[in-house]
């Protein structure tokens, strides 16, 4: 479907970061707001400080690495994200507990596909985003029939709401037709849609796959049969650290599956409840030697997820 324009009203960038901020647009133009998965969720919000946002309105974080590689933008040296929760032993030390093989994500696929697909017309929901030192909260409501996007903002420097984005994400008929469940089939889909959304065939298939997988994780029109085959395309994939044990930014208790794409030199960590394969909350990293200004590293932790068949006409952040 066609791409809508950026919106207008980001900052302007000089020399050589003007020219990777314009093929970022273009990598991401139809991503302004977020493709979200969204279900009911009792997370307590917690405040995060707030600074001046990024020049871009939405960005999904993989894309702007694969934008960047494409121009010979190199990104900052990473601390490992995620280290291994830790376990008493005898004599009050305490060890790494064991990272969770792919066996665990096999299961978790096995009963996502069993959930019942929800019903109610709009998705919603309420993250916390955070790009280097930039941080506010965004509420997206999606049609999941029309492809209609609702956006809503908070924090220092951003505007209330966007303007409502017509058709601007796939509605949930295009998507399943766009990727089969059949796992050969999808990771095959999984690389094309890569390519076609970043302009860089010259990635690794093996990073497009599974960074397509982990992006499509969270948009509100996956189905649970889809779900499934995504979180088996993960499974399958050589590279991935899984820790059944792990918890997010709000203690919640996930399922923290990491992936160093190194044709894109980033590391990701995505966070899922380890009951419905819902993403709780997504990490990255980069990890090469330098990096544009507020682009080395980023999180989206998911406050609030769920569904209604109430029209968008109250902002949900309380404005």
Request: glycine share 6%; no cysteine; proline share 9%.
């Amino acid at each position: 479907m066609p791409r809508p324009d950026e919106p207008t009203g980001s900052a302007p960038m000089a020399g050589e970061h003007d020219q990777l901020r314009t093929l970022l647009r273009q990598a991401t133009s139809d991503l302004r707001a977020p493709e979200v998965h969204v279900r009911p969720s009792g997370a307590v919000v917690v405040p995060l400080p707030t600074a001046a946002p990024h020049p871009s309105w939405r960005r999904r974080r993989v894309l702007h690495t694969a934008a960047a590689a494409a121009v010979g933008a190199a990104v900052a040296t990473a601390a490992v994200l995620g280290a291994g929760r830790t376990s008493p032993t005898p004599g009050g030390a305490r060890a790494a507990a064991p990272v969770a093989g792919p066996a665990v994500l096999d299961r978790l696929a096995e009963s996502v596909q069993s959930l019942p697909a929800p019903t109610q017309r709009y998705a919603v929901q309420v993250e916390q985003q955070t790009e280097g030192g930039s941080s506010y909260r965004k509420a997206t409501v999606v049609d999941r029939r029309t492809g209609d996007t609702w956006t809503y903002q908070q924090g220092d420097g951003v505007p209330t709401s966007l303007p409502m984005a017509p058709h601007f994400v796939p509605t949930e008929a295009q998507l399943q037709a766009r990727y089969p469940t059949d796992r050969a089939e999808l990771r095959k889909a999984l690389v094309a849609q890569a390519v076609a959304d970043t302009g860089t065939p010259g990635l690794s298939a093996q990073d497009l796959a599974v960074t397509q997988a982990i992006d499509t994780l969270w948009n509100p029109l996956v189905q649970p049969a889809l779900r499934a085959a995504l979180v088996s395309v993960i499974a399958r994939s050589p590279g991935i650290a899984v820790d059944a044990q792990a918890t997010d930014a709000l203690g919640r208790r996930a399922i923290r599956i990491t992936y160093v794409a190194a044709s894109l030199h980033q590391r990701l960590s995505v966070y899922l409840d380890p009951a419905t394969g819902d993403v709780l909350q997504t990490s990255q990293r980069s990890t090469s030697a330098t990096s544009p200004a507020g682009m080395s590293h980023g999180s989206d932790v998911y406050l609030q997820q769920y569904w209604t068949n109430t029209p968008p006409t109250v902002d949900p952040l309380g404005h």
